[in-house]
């Protein structure tokens, strides 16, 4: 018996070890979610808006390094695919996005809803096309999901209104088989990489995303350089429990010992990383990359050698060629650079730790600083994120939103034991939290997923709770609520401009999701916060813990710098003024 276009996409699916698909039902798409309503094992998942299902699938894709799925009908659910999708495509995760279409005999009339998707997609997309026959499958499926596997990308198929319920004359199982590269460098660029790490006295380590399967060959490394390690915010899941050469971020979220630990050294080897920031790499000195992509050599910061290659073997061979006598062995390497850099990261951590203790403000130095960043006694959100640390199970997913709760999470949450994260960090989109939640949740539901919410980025996808509440989802979604687009407000008043068009007048977010059927739990009084959270861990189904936090939070760079802090005097006088002058109006 023959089977229908829809039906060879889903099975493909199921064959593929697709769990869920995500998306919202529409035309276009009835056959196929007919498809997958009668398929055991492959789950759909009726989200309440397009983008959080591309987010989802993201979130699902990058958890489990295979293909995630979601779809969108015609025109409009198909346009509000792109935010989640160009999430995944930044993310460099491979998302097979299924999009309607209006029926095949409508198009380029300029058809209610119709949307070229082949256009629409061209930027975000690895691979994009339009069923137009039956004919045309296993083949340009497959083609499709190859393109997105093996370019770790999103791949975007098709599907016309006419064309889902349509049979194949010529029915044959899709095929899939596809073998990851393992690629090394040249065995000369190696040794001479191997030289200059020789011969230098002072390196640090830059450890990105793409180190993170070779942790026992970079933790070798480090040790056999005397070398400390910064490791990006996505490299904090792999190499940020029980490392002793670790020194945290970089960067606007970092610290002040991984900024002088890169500028402090004479070599800075990059391991997986294509960090973007240009300003915060170290000036003049030698640097060695190693990297998969060919094009991410150089393009941040000058390179002296580059390895063309994946992390692990790339070590290993450098670990070979590294000299073996007494002047290479870890022994005889002055440690000096790494020892001052771990020391100074443990007293930046320590001086850090002082602001979570619930009595912070209540003691003298306490007192004295609440008088200037926390008149209202709010919760300090680095005291929420620590308290989230300690509660949070040991294999917990963690996902946050882009900005300040990026902030508190990379600062004070720390990815041991089996921990994931999962963020919008190279797009750097709002709104990412909850549906990367969701579809992490969604995968296994026994495991613990945990969402850091800034209130503006919960705000803007508000209505997936219920999506949250209508699969019976238990994310723990802590939202940062300090009434205020919170980074925006920082990078004003860093250039001396006063806070404006950033006060969010948000409603009581626990109510909300009480209202949605959730359990909501809203937390004022720093007393009550620890109790509170493990209330709200402790519950059953989804949870959402509504955490007024001080609004006047001031996260200070890794590397602050005097127009900076002129900019924020300056940003502080204009806002007091102006609210002296809003007061007697």
Excluded at 1 to 16: K, N, Q, Y
Aim: glycine content about 10%.
């Amino acid at each position: 018996m023959s089977r229908t276009v829809a039906r060879v996409i889903v099975d493909a699916l199921g064959e593929l070890g697709v769990r869920q698909v995500f998306g919202v039902v529409g035309d276009a798409l009835n056959p196929l979610t007919d498809a997958i309503r009668t398929t055991e094992g492959l789950e759909w998942v009726g989200c309440r808006h397009e983008e959080a299902a591309a987010f989802a699938a993201s979130a699902q894709s990058q958890l489990t390094g295979t293909l995630g799925v979601c779809m969108g009908t015609v025109g409009p659910g198909s346009v509000h695919l792109l935010n989640g999708l160009y999430d995944a495509a930044k993310s460099r995760t491979p998302v097979l996005a299924i999009a309607g279409q209006v029926p095949l005999p409508e198009l380029g009339s300029d058809y209610f809803q119709e949307v070229d998707n082949d256009a629409l997609f061209t930027d975000v997309a690895v691979f994009r096309a339009t069923i137009t026959s039956p004919e045309q499958l296993p083949l340009l499926l497959e083609t499709a999901v190859r393109n997105a596997l093996g370019r770790k990308g999103v791949a975007v198929l098709t599907v016309p209104g006419d064309i889902g319920g349509q049979e194949l004359a010529a029915d044959r199982p899709a095929r899939f088989s596809l073998t990851a590269p393992t690629t090394r460098p040249a065995e000369d660029a190696v040794r001479e990489a191997a030289g200059l790490l020789d011969r230098a006295e002072k390196i640090t380590l830059l450890v990105g995303k793409g180190a993170r399967e070779a942790r026992a060959d970079v933790l070798a490394l480090a040790d056999r350089l005397a070398a400390p390690m910064v490791v990006t915010l996505k490299a904090k899941e792999g190499f940020e429990g029980d490392n002793p050469f670790q020194v945290g971020q970089t960067g606007l979220i970092g610290n002040p010992a991984a900024a002088g630990a890169l500028d402090d050294a004479d070599t800075l080897l990059m391991l997986g990383t294509d960090f973007p920031y240009r300003d915060w790499y170290p000036q003049g000195r030698t640097v060695i990359q190693v990297d998969t992509e060919p094009a991410h050599i150089g393009r941040r910061v000058p390179v002296e050698v580059g390895l063309v290659g994946d992390v692990g073997p790339t070590v290993r061979d450098l670990l070979t060629q590294l000299a073996a006598g007494p002047a290479g062995s870890a022994d005889a390497r002055d440690r000096g650079h790494l020892e001052k850099a771990v020391k100074h990261f443990a007293s930046w951590r320590e001086g850090q730790a002082r602001l979570t203790a619930p009595d912070h403000d209540k003691s003298l130095v306490g007192k004295i600083r609440s008088a200037l960043d926390n008149r209202e006694h709010g919760i300090r959100p680095e005291a929420l994120a620590a308290a989230v640390d300690r509660i949070a199970a040991e294999d917990a997913v963690f996902t946050s939103d882009t900005g300040m709760a990026t902030v508190w999470l990379s600062r004070f949450v720390e990815m041991r034991g089996s921990r994931r994260l999962i963020g919008s960090y190279n797009l750097g989109s709002m709104a990412n939290a909850m549906p990367h939640a969701l579809g992490a949740q969604a995968l296994d539901r026994d495991r613990q997923v945990v969402a850091f919410c800034g209130d503006g980025g919960l705000s803007m996808l508000l209505g997936d709770l219920m999506t949250l509440k209508t699969h019976q989802l238990p994310v723990r979604l802590v939202v940062f609520d300090n009434r205020r687009l919170g980074m925006v407000k920082l990078e004003q008043e860093q250039a001396g401009l006063p806070e404006f068009g950033t006060v969010l007048d948000n409603p009581d977010f626990a109510a909300v999701a009480t209202a949605l059927g959730l359990t909501g739990i809203r937390v004022t009084d720093p007393a009550e916060l620890e109790t509170s959270l493990r209330t709200a861990f402790a519950t059953p189904g989804p949870v959402l813990i509504d955490v007024l936090t001080n609004p006047d939070e001031v996260a200070v760079p890794a590397k602050p710098t005097v127009e900076q802090g002129w900019g924020f005097a300056v940003a502080k006088m204009k806002e007091i003024v102006r609210s002296h002058g809003d007061d007697s109006a």
